[in-house]
């Protein structure tokens, strides 16, 4: 009945109870204050069963905030572990530290930075290429779900078993069942399977989007570089999630069925895994700087109040960078030993990945060039990126010299690489974003002075807390040591990085600060622009704020680039005020029963309890088969409905 | 607020100045690895590194520059700017900076090729005096380093001449490691069932650290070991004096592999019955298993 499951997998050390304890009591308190505000019906209505793309985006936020306070936690403990090995006092087990950091790289990436991304696509691509809707909302829908099982999974596996220890990219034969028999690298397999489908679902319907949903008048090269950058992304989703699925299959059927592709024995051949694992890896790492670098597009030329420079050499830097992805994947191993043509073909593409990124980068600074630069938080981050990113790129550029990467790989110089590239880029980027959009969608402005105290926080910690990380790999500390000789000289940096840690969580401190702060004072900070209140320059400013369901009560039109500044330039309205109807899809309850349907079979095959993964699997099926006979999925707002929903929103005068 | 924003700015500007400084002082007063080579492989490694980095500087720093001088220069508050709202490229300056980093990249790109080839790890060590020939074994969470001519096998400890070129075959008898001894040179995969190489070189005596840099489990931090670089005559005294030594028998050898950590390195003279030790140990992964 209960598989390989017994009370031998509650959770033991006194880490592990006390983050298991803690989520649990905070999952108890939230439970309790929804039932006391009688927030149940409401929660399922507007937001549960919500198809709403501006609804799925926020979830999505919401979850990435929450997993990004989780791999902060960890950082946390791993800092601190390092800080302090060497006395005897670290708070770890070799175990638990192992477990903490593959579970920090699992959910900074699956459940932060990918998470965050899909909020952005699912909050701005719509808007921004004037449309109403994603091309298939239902799927939208199923690839939240998805996503928030495989983030609860991991989660579980804090409180019932325990998280793999193998690194987050769990190479074999490490991760076989010879050296690793336990549960963990199955729940890693699962939460990444499940997620990994939500993935490319949402690559395959976003994509779909762009290409058929554009405004009337909105040609290719008239899109945003925003939906450029995401385009390219998606690309990348499709192309490179099934390498990952087709991987992580084969991984499990080692472990499942005795076979052996990846063992040591047998003739397996974990080299394999670790070519396939990285042909999908390096464009991951795209997917999630792709749409960061449409970020800072958007915010350069909108804060400097200019049109952005170069827009079409910005463009086929995205291509380049797009197709550059799949041919480097090598680099992360150069230290296997494929010979000096190979090692140096794989280097050489990489260094080229600098070109289109050296030009975006350039096209950035001189988008300010005879602007009227206005130094505002979004416009902060941005500053901030291009210090770390060009450092970082630097370093990354350095590594792809394979006889350089030779005394650099997997020691903490490339722990401090990776880290600059996606903390300054990615998550720089996702902050910019969430302080630049959120008066669209909440019709208030974030407070831009403790906004500016978190991105100082958070930058000057950075810097402490990777430059150390720098100087280490060049000492020789290799990344992943839950203690090392006191005679190495290590620890005082390690002590420096753990102080950079905690001053980025007073940066994260701030943030929340700034979000209650703003809420609480939403009547002072309120928009009163009639929703545009940066001076905007694209579509998503050209309608009502917050936005409604539909987006845009009469679909615009995009001549130009920028149309709405034109707008506002010509002084005449993008559209006009002509209604008519506009059929919706109804809500809908299927998306989160396929995912319980998702979580049984995830949990069912971690613990080896098959009737639960066979149960799963036919609430799944069933689910969509009900979900595909029922044709009366969508509904009809009237003209006169929408004029009467109109009359009571604020908008721009030249929406 | 104008006010806060200067502060901040002085503040950021003295705080990463003093970072720098920090960082400066630390590196020269302490031994770090990569930076201070012992083996000429370890060295070209290092110039490479230097050259690389001086290379992306002609971009780097113009970049800096460029930043904060237009952010400065275009900020709102400054009226005698231009302001050109409608200037959105120039074929010019987007060529310019499609071929300036180009060009860094094509110089870098021949550096790539040319380091990767005279810096190959499979290439052997030309010279006069004659290689020494080591076989290394990763276990868990051990290093065994045999010495296939002397007949010795020692663990987490490795005595090697110095200027002597040394010839490297390594595979694992564990998960995947990797063998890297930072001051002589930059690390190889050390993987079950088959042999990678490495070749270096150490020019100096002293000791080097030397350590996995793969995660293999739960004793993976302790995978040190320690490369001594001697004077031929020492090395060859240290050869003498294992020949009493405990013979590392392939019974001796399989208690030898399982999993555990190692605080003494030890020394073991190796048998005529234990000379195939490391093809056996790569080939028991090729067939059928154990």
Redesign the interface.
Known sequence: MFGRLTLDALPKDLVTIGGAATMVVALIGIVLLITRLKRWGWLWREWITSLDPKKIGVMYLVVATVMLLRGLGDALLLRAQQALATTGYGPLD??TF?QIFSAHGTIMIFFVAMGAIFAMMNLLVPMMIGSRDVAFPFMNAVSFWLFAVGMALVNISLMVGEFQ???WLA?P??SELQ?SPGVGVDYWIWTLQIAGIGSLLSGVNFFTTIVKMRAPGMTLMKMPLFIWSVLGSLVLIIFAFPILTATLGMLSLDRLMGMHFFT???GGN??MYINLIWAWGHPEVYILILPAFGVYSEIVATF??????????MVWAIAAITLLSFLVWLHH?F???A???V??FF??MT??I??PT??K???W??T????????TTPMLWF?GF??TF??GG?AG??M????????????LFLVAHFHTMIIGGVLFGAFAAFSYWFPKFTGFRLN??LG?CAF?CW??GF??AF??LY?L????A????????PS??WQ??FIVAGLGVLLILLGVGFQVLQVGYSIWKRKELRDTTGGDPWDGRTLEWATATPPPVYNFAVLPKADTRDPFWYAKQGQKPLSSRKFEPITLPKNSPIPIIIAVGAIMVGFGLVWYMWWMAIAGLLIVVVALIVRLSDENTEYTLTAAEIQHLEARSKRSQYA | MKKYARLAIILGIIALCGAILLAAWFMSTHNVAVMNPKGIIAERQQELMTYSTLLMAIIVIPVFILTFGIAWRYREGNKKAKYSPELSGSKLAETIWWLIPGVIIVLLSFVAWRSSHELDPYKPITGDVKPLKIQVISLQWKWLFIYPDQHIASVNYMPVPVNTPLDFTITSDAPMNSFWIPQLGGQVYAMSGMSTKLHLLANQTGDFRGSSANISGEGFADMNFVARSMKQTDFDAWVASTTNAKALTMEQYDSLAKPSTLKDPTTYSLPATSDALYDTVVNKYMGHGH
């Open positions: 070799s175990d192992q220890a193998a690194g190479y034969p490490l050296y040591s024995t047998f974990p080299m400097s109040r200019k049109r952005l420079f170069g827009y079409t050499s191993f230290t296997m030993g010979g000096a043509d090692n140096a280097g050489i260094m080229i600098a070109v050296g030009v980068v350039f096209n600074l001189f300010m060039y005879r602007g009227r630069v206005r130094f500053l291009v210090v060009t450092i630097a550029v350095l792809a010299v394979p006889p350089a990467d030779f005394q650099i790989h997997n020691s831009e002075f500016k100082w930058l000057s810097i402490v430059t150390p100087i790999g060049l000492m020789g290799t990344r992943r040591l839950d203690h090392y000789d190495m000289g005082w940096l």
